[in-house]
């Protein structure tokens, strides 16, 4: 790519549907303090140790903690496992962990293997400092599937576990079955709707990454356009509540930018995914307008869009919705 090609490339204009609803946001902000004190109770939980089981639904669940290559050393990785079959790697976003997916682990544990791990710097996974460009990371993660003698995988992500997929799968297309991609800017994209990456660049204000409950509860706050189960916002703040998460976390977003991620999509990724793509978005979402993934055809061919009803957060807001959507492309045959 040349400086030259990246210039061409313009902004797509926010439409007004979501910018009507930065406003609802602000409103719902308003909530804030209340929430956090409804949330002030929930205290940090221990640590996890490898082969320690634990009832998802009704699924056991197998915590494991490996290392794999990556950093020029290794990267210990937190992730946890059931069933057997098709392998489903489950990756996260911000401010969440393994669990955001847990519905879905139990709803398709006993037809696959699936996988949700804790990305790098999150949960319980490796929070040493290292490599942290979100194609660095994927490289990373693909060292982990190596070593779990993972050969194919379905990818099924949201928010920025999806940018990490999204290199992983252009790097490595012949690994990946089926993409499921979640809540991350595709081929339009605006700064305005990305206001975190000056909040998480900012070292004064980045802070707030090692404060979960105000990280988590201001995100459910003001971009989930359903209520959140209050078990499953307060397993959040207890997941987001591991040390040195406040430090890990930022480093993503100094070692690249918004901007660079939509140029890498638009200049080599997305031409890169030969394999079948979903794309799933939450239809109330402001930040991730849904007039930005009609006639997403017209730059992937092969690719379908899931509207979901739900906000930004539809594995939590919809979960069963979200489930239909994942296993109904899951069912679809490979070409």
Do not use: C
């Not at 955001?100 to 682990?105: A, L």
């Not at 509860?217 to 959040?236: F, K, M, N």
Request: charged content about 25%; cysteine-free; proline content about 5%.
């Amino acid at each position: 790519m040349t400086i030259s090609s990246a210039e061409r490339l313009e902004y797509t204009e926010i439409p007004e549907r979501a910018v009507a609803l930065f406003a609802e946001e602000r409103q719902r902000m308003a909530q804030l303090p209340d929430r956090l004190a409804k949330f002030a109770s929930v205290a940090p939980r221990d640590g996890d140790k490898d082969g320690d089981v634990e009832l998802v639904g009704e699924t056991e669940v197998v915590h494991r903690f490996v290392e794999a290559e990556g950093d020029s050393e290794t990267v210990r990785w937190h992730y946890v496992e059931a069933g057997e079959g098709e392998s489903i790697v489950f990756l996260h976003g911000l401010p969440e962990s393994w669990f955001m997916w847990h519905r879905q682990i139990d709803a398709l544990a006993s037809s696959h293997r699936v996988i949700a791990i804790d990305l790098k710097g999150y949960g319980q996974s490796d929070k040493r400092t290292g490599d942290y460009r979100q194609e660095g990371v994927a490289e990373q993660l693909l060292a982990l599937l190596d070593k779990l003698n993972v050969d194919r995988f379905n990818l099924v992500t949201h928010d920025r576990g999806s940018v990490i997929a999204d290199y992983l799968g252009a790097n490595n297309p012949s690994r990946v079955l089926r993409y499921l991609r979640g809540e991350q800017h595709l081929y339009h994209f605006h700064p305005d709707l990305a206001p975190q990456e000056l909040l998480f660049t900012d070292p004064a204000r980045s802070v707030i990454l090692g404060q979960p409950h105000s990280i988590v509860l201001g995100a459910y706050t003001s971009i989930a356009h359903y209520p959140i189960d209050d078990d499953d916002v307060s397993r959040t703040i207890q997941e987001f509540s591991y040390p040195k998460i406040g430090w890990a976390v930022p480093r993503y977003f100094g070692s690249s930018s918004f901007r660079k991620e939509w140029i890498d999509r638009r200049t080599r990724l997305m031409q890169a995914w030969d394999f079948p793509v979903l794309i799933m978005e939450g239809t109330h979402d402001s930040r991730q307008p849904r007039e930005f993934y009609e006639g997403v055809e017209q730059h992937m061919p092969d690719a379908k869009v899931a509207l979901i009803d739900a906000g930004h957060f539809y594995v939590f807001e919809n979960p069963t919705e979200t489930t239909t959507v994942i296993s109904s492309f899951l069912a679809d045959p490979l070409p």
